[in-house]
């Protein structure tokens, strides 16, 4: 018999939101209201359906049809981003690479950088970055009594300093940082981007910047990129998604931003191009995003679009407002919710974030996230999010006020 990659053997038990989907599949009661995984239940704008019905019609002729397409994504949608999304940064369009996912891309940038590359992660973190990297050999033992990985740097992030981490103390090369943050629905201002930016020139270390809930954005000073930050374009890769910002987590399509002045090195000391490395792996394991939906990603940039996106978005955090100033009816601290779907709240009593998830769903039929899932520093935190429903959100916010806590 073959010998396996030993590395899936460190990984904790299975993958956090399909362990949540399965005890919710194991729980007995009705109508469980779902706040757990960010899913959304808003329907495509309008602009975007009737992009994708058009484009089905285009494939019904031979000269219509598309088969194959550029692996990076088609110009047209590329450039849509860069003139969009990129308007005042030094982006261009052969910097972006269109994909299936975000998920997908943080999970397979790892490949482009050396095994023994020493990566950092904030703490709780989206698990994707952490688990890819134990598959990928770079995260040591599982220390079960620190409940982590002895070769990942932790970044913590808690109340007591914001949810905003400090920077490394030991040398890292590889930093993950997500923002709009997923799981605490905290941001940065550009001042706070900055040191980040600062840090990883100074250090040759590269940023690798989850921009996912990037639409969620609704106060002033806080970037929506990282490369708002003069000379980021040297040190960070950008992950995009359509998923969250027009409701495409079933539709599938996101991006990819990898600057030209992104370098590494190789072992001769020989500079080596981030980004001809990532297109070489697109164009060798990737055959670029179907037509029909990239036909649909592109009408997210049409004016329509734009403001049917808004709406959708406003909606969202008109729930997150709900969920928050329900919490704060009934004395449960929280945080996140202004920018952002995720509202992050410290269990009441100090009770543990399994134990809230379980009274949650066994006494409120609420499903949840619990923080501890998310990274130690996540234990005693719970994460609900604002993609359901309003009339849902209303429901599941009576349910929670009404438990005995
Ligand atoms: C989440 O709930 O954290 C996200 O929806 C998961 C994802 O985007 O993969």
Request: with cysteine; charged share 20%; hydrophobic share 35%.
């Amino acid at each position: 018999m073959i010998l396996v990659n030993e590395n899936y053997q460190r990984l904790q038990g299975s993958y956090l939101f399909s362990e949540i989907g399965k005890r919710i599949a194991a729980h007995k009661g009705e109508g469980v209201i779902k706040l757990g995984i960010g899913d959304v239940t808003r329907p495509l704008p309008p602009a975007v359906i009737d992009a994708m019905h058009s484009a089905v019609d285009d494939m019904s002729s031979a000269q219509g049809l598309h088969g194959y397409g550029p692996e990076q994504g088609y110009a047209w949608l590329r450039e849509a981003i860069a003139d969009n999304d990129y308007a005042n940064m030094s982006i261009g369009a052969d910097e972006i690479f269109v994909s299936d996912g975000a998920k997908c891309d943080t999970g397979n940038i790892g490949e482009l950088f050396s095994g023994t590359c020493k990566v950092a992660v904030q703490d709780p973190v989206y698990p994707v970055y952490v688990d890819t990297n134990v598959m990928a050999g770079r995260s040591g033992e599982y220390d079960s009594d620190a409940k982590a990985y002895t070769d990942i740097t932790y970044l913590p992030c808690t109340a007591e300093n914001n949810f905003k981490p400090a920077l490394p103390s030991t040398p890292v090369d590889l930093i993950y940082l997500c923002y709009p943050n997923n799981p605490t629905g905290t941001v940065l201002t550009k001042d706070e981007l900055k040191t980040w930016v600062n840090y990883a020139k100074k250090n040759g270390a590269i940023i690798l910047f989850d921009a996912a809930y990037e639409a969620f954005i609704r106060e002033d000073d806080i970037p929506r990129s990282i490369y708002e930050i003069d000379g980021a374009d040297e040190v960070a890769i950008e992950f995009r998604s359509f998923s969250k910002t027009a409701g495409f987590t079933g539709t599938r399509c996101a991006y990819t931003v990898v600057p030209k002045a992104l370098y590494g090195v190789d072992s001769s000391g020989a500079k080596q191009s981030i980004r001809d490395m990532w297109n070489r792996r697109h164009c060798t394991k990737f055959n670029g995003v179907p037509y029909i939906t990239q036909k649909g990603a592109l009408a997210c940039y049409s004016e329509q679009g734009k403001e049917q996106i808004k709406e959708t978005i406003d909606y969202y955090l008109n729930n997150a407002k709900i969920i928050t100033s329900g919490l704060k009816k009934i004395g449960i601290e929280c945080f996140g919710g202004v920018n952002s779907p995720y509202v992050w709240l410290k269990t009441p009593d100090g009770m543990g974030s399994w134990e809230f998830f379980d009274k949650l769903l066994n006494e409120a039929n609420v499903a949840g996230t619990p923080g501890a899932g998310f990274g130690s520093s996540g234990e005693g935190y719970f994460r609900l999010t604002a993609f359901n429903t309003e009339e849902n959100t209303i429901k599941a916010v009576e349910r929670l006020s009404a438990l005995t806590l």
